[in-house]
């Protein structure tokens, strides 16, 4: 096992990119300019803090599965608790564990099965809104649609009049958590210590916008616990119990709900407004997924029987996650000295995989900067060369809830509609964690009528 100080790696001066110092392009760009120079594994110091990037599908296995035991979450996780609390989406075992085999149920076939409905009412209830309209802001349109269906299928209610309430705070929580996101890895034991000596309430960063959403769910837990019962996740989260017969408190259940306010659409938001605007761009794709969808769909709407036979549909959604994964970077921390790509990491190094670089691996992706929906009818790549969820234990629990939500959302409104750019300059993602847009994509509406095979 060769030593941590042989990866190569910047050094001096180039190390400090990291931080955003002389680096207009951000961390993303850092990042991918070090897989592209030193390899597959990258090594640095900045601020003292020993740092090291994964861009192979071997190692990165290695940190999110084969020896996820000997990690615990990083730089993500001290921010996302400013936000978000103790939930399943930042804490570590045995009490993730724990949390995680009490939500399973909410996100199992069955119970997806029943989410869907929700999904297609209330894309067709925008398609319907599309059809008098010439022009729309595609992002701020999918925001809307994505929490207005978490709102509908995992909360019993509909929370479309906070929808524009919770976007600012999305979008405030992207602008400042991508800042910090390097600065907090090289302070991160710092943090670490500080919290602790903080009590949980306590919240420096993310404070105010924490306001908001507590605002904004507290009366939807009020009303559910006057009127119980239900199908929906927060049903569920107010009568699951571990194995010790305990249930969920106040403060449980408010963390995980934030947590699916936010998480439970970003993933989906994101992905459908890269399609729009990749689509858009490549009309020879956007034809296939129109003749795709007349021949399974003709002129009615889609249902979760339908998900398995809209395969390139599906494909086209798995490209945007593949360009444009919404979890663009994050880290882990190694409790123990670890052994990656033949390498000695030491305990407390911050270690991190980038969905982001690793999609467009070439080793992996031939042609990987282009929307090729086709490569995935192929031999898929190999696991964790493509990880847009996360993967092992901790892989984010309501994927099969954004693949399905993705599939079904793009279907039903593209079963019935174009999407033409109002302004055809490329647009990259912006400085934020979250890849979104660097600019509002506007897009005229062209309406379309399906093909129905008379047979």
Request: aromatic share 8%.
């Amino acid at each position: 096992m060769r030593p941590t100080r042989d990866i190569p790696g910047p050094r001096g001066v180039e190390a400090l990119r990291f931080l955003g110092i002389g680096s207009p392009d951000g961390l993303l760009a850092f990042f991918a300019a070090c897989a592209r120079r030193y390899g597959p594994i990258v090594s640095f110091r900045s601020l003292g803090q020993r740092v090291v990037l994964l861009d192979d599908a071997g190692a990165i296995g290695e940190v999110l599965q084969h020896q996820q035991h000997r990690f615990s979450r990083d730089t993500g996780a001290v921010l996302l608790r400013e936000l978000v609390g103790d939930g399943v989406l930042t804490t570590e075992d045995p009490v993730h564990l724990t949390r995680r085999r009490m939500l399973q149920p909410a996100f199992h076939r069955a119970r997806i099965a029943g989410y869907t409905t929700s999904m297609v009412d209330e894309a067709e209830r925008f398609g319907d809104a599309w059809a008098t309209r010439e022009t729309i802001d595609v992002g701020a349109e999918m925001t809307r649609l994505t929490l207005g269906v978490v709102g509908r299928s995992l909360f019993g209610t509909d929370v479309g009049d906070e929808a524009e309430r919770v976007a600012g705070v999305i979008a405030s929580i992207a602008n400042r958590g991508g800042r910090l996101q390097a600065l907090v890895a090289a302070i991160a034991p710092l943090m670490f210590a500080v919290r602790r000596l903080l009590p949980p309430s306590a919240r420096v960063v993310f404070g105010r916008e924490r306001a908001t959403l507590e605002a904004v769910v507290d009366p939807i837990v009020a009303r559910k616990r006057s009127a119980p019962g239900g199908d929906d996740l927060l049903a569920t989260l107010l009568e699951v119990r571990d194995e010790d017969g305990g249930g969920l408190t106040d403060v449980d259940i408010r963390d995980e709900l934030i947590t699916f306010v936010l998480a439970g659409h970003e993933t989906t938001s994101s992905a459908l407004t890269w399609c729009w605007y990749l689509l858009a761009q490549h009309p020879a794709a956007e034809a296939r997924m129109h003749a795709e969808l007349d021949a399974v769909l003709g002129d009615r709407a889609p249902g979760l029987d339908d998900v398995a036979n809209l395969r390139y549909t599906a494909h086209v959604f798995d490209e945007a996650l593949r360009l444009y994964p919404p979890a663009a970077a994050f880290g882990r921390r190694p409790i123990v000295d670890v052994e990656l790509a033949g390498y000695r990491v030491p305990r407390g190094a911050s270690v991190f995989v980038s969905p982001f670089v690793t999609h467009r691996n070439p080793r992996y992706f031939p042609d990987p900067d282009a929307f090729v929906p086709e490569r995935w009818e192929g031999a898929p790549p190999p696991k964790f060369a493509f990880f847009p969820f996360g993967g092992g234990s901790k892989m984010c629990i309501g994927e099969p809830f954004a693949r399905a939500e993705g599939v079904l959302v793009l279907a039903t409104l593209a079963r019935r509609f174009r999407l033409r750019l109002a302004d055809t300059a490329s647009v990259a993602p912006g400085p934020s964690a979250l890849l979104r847009p660097s600019r509002a994509i506007v897009a005229r509406i062209e309406r379309r009528q399906p093909r129905v095979t008379v047979g």
